[in-house]
């Protein structure tokens, strides 16, 4: 497949359109299942790209356990491509996977190089995770045998021309972590593939507890990334909220359209979605597409108002991110290194991560308008302060700012926008070529 026609084809072709591309976490062990899911996905009323989410034996390098459970007819919580094979997976993506509908693996593994290896050889060329942000919240494996896993894993994909690779930096831990942080780790993961040889990358930012300060993180983001990576095919995806999830269809509803709405506005290509049934259990594919066409309608909505979105308010964040991003860099030219080092220095910690290459001086806390903060910056290079400590921050404190999302929203009696308002005519290819 050519580069017009796989992943970073596809994502230039929507954003001349003016589409937001929406996408699911979606991942089936039975093959009949995921190409089922692939073609109800590709049919969709939106602009959809496809997903193959991995098992979490896979991820985790537990084959003989993935077999066994196929073996058993024991349904696994994705699909299992080393299971499978490329020969399968080739045959599931037949006639589904194309010029407009490409698909991306999503995988969650540390040490991903046959995962990878296996990704390339079933005709896939997109992908996602990084050494940073596939090893810190997942396992204990070193950061120092990950970054150079990672390398092989992004020279190997860089012999596709239509490679493409998303870091999963802006997403760590899916919740309570800082804007600035999430920032620095998805460009500098970004950095890190682009060293490696990988000439299409995305970077992530997931929706947090403020949707003005998302705004503002996601219009940063943007600007970094054009400084940083200038020339490099390259666009930001947003992730529906990431933490503990609304309870009632209405407040998961509401809190997707929001999704939908702030990833317009703050120039996001691309959307990963979530159903109202997360909060309960794995989705169907028809709670999948319905998800993906009713984020697709408020995106539509969103970009046919008349008025310009507002810029967000400058609060520092951008100081916060370049101060980051510099200190890292500073550190080695080889971003690897770099990455290895900074954590070691503390230039890098992630709240309440536990990972044992984390130093854990860091956290974070809701203010009362629901902006999250710095609790404790450890030995973070942030301009302009000296290590901030707010005390009182209690385990009754925690979790309440864990909730704090899923009660925000689960107390609104109904979505604030229609179920199925009118899709905008703004398509990248016919519904006869879909």
Excluded at 324 to 346: K, M, Y
């Amino acid at each position: 497949m050519s580069a017009e026609y796989g992943f970073p084809g596809f994502l230039r072709k929507a954003r001349r359109c003016g589409a937001l591309v929406v996408q699911p976490r979606m991942g089936f062990s039975d093959p009949v299942d995921m190409a089922r899911g692939l073609a109800a996905v590709r049919a969709a009323n939106a602009v959809t790209a496809g997903t193959l989410t991995l098992d979490s034996y896979t991820r985790t390098g537990q084959l003989d356990q993935a077999r066994r459970a196929l073996e058993d007819g024991v349904a696994l919580n994705g699909y299992p491509i080393l299971t499978h094979g490329p020969k399968l997976t080739r045959e599931i993506l037949a006639g589904t996977v194309g010029e407009h509908f490409p698909v991306q693996v999503r995988h969650g593994s540390s040490l991903p190089y046959d995962i990878v290896r296996s990704v390339v050889d079933s005709g896939i060329a997109a992908t996602e995770g990084g050494p940073v942000s596939y090893c810190l919240p997942y396992n204990r494996t070193p950061l120092r045998h990950a970054v150079p896993e990672w390398a092989r894993c992004c020279e190997l994909l860089a012999e596709r021309e239509d490679a493409h690779l998303e870091s999963f930096g802006g997403c760590m831990l899916g919740q309570l972590c800082p804007p600035s942080l999430l920032i620095a780790l998805s460009v500098l993961e970004g950095l890190f593939f682009a060293q490696h040889g990988v000439p299409s990358v995305s970077l992530s930012y997931a929706q947090q507890t403020h949707a003005e300060q998302d705004a503002e993180a996601l219009a940063v983001l943007n600007r970094v990334a054009g400084e940083l990576l200038p020339g490099l095919d390259r666009h930001v995806v947003l992730y529906t909220y990431m933490g503990v999830y609304p309870g009632s269809r209405e407040g998961a509803l509401d809190l997707l359209g929001d999704a939908a709405a702030l990833a317009v506005c703050g120039g996001a290509d691309r959307l990963i979605v979530k159903t109202p049934a997360e909060a309960h259990r794995i989705p169907t594919i028809a709670e999948n597409v319905e998800a993906l066409e009713y984020a697709a309608a408020v995106a539509g909505h969103e970009r046919a108002r008349p008025d310009a979105p507002a810029v967000p308010a400058d609060t520092g964040l951008y100081a916060e991110v370049r101060a980051l991003i510099d200190a890292v860099r500073e550190l080695s030219d080889d971003v690897g290194t770099a990455l290895v080092r900074a954590f070691e220095a503390g230039y890098l910690d992630v709240p309440y991560c536990l990972h044992p290459d984390n130093r854990g001086a860091t956290s974070s806390y809701l203010a009362e308008d629901g902006r999250l903060c710095w609790a404790a910056t450890g030995r973070l290079p942030l301009p302009g302060r000296a290590s901030v400590t707010v005390d009182g921050l209690t385990s009754s404190d925690l979790l309440a700012a864990l909730s704090y999302v899923a009660r925000r929203y689960d107390r609104v009696p109904a979505p604030r926008r229609p179920i199925r308002p009118a899709m905008s005519e703004v398509s990248v290819s016919s519904r006869a070529d879909r």
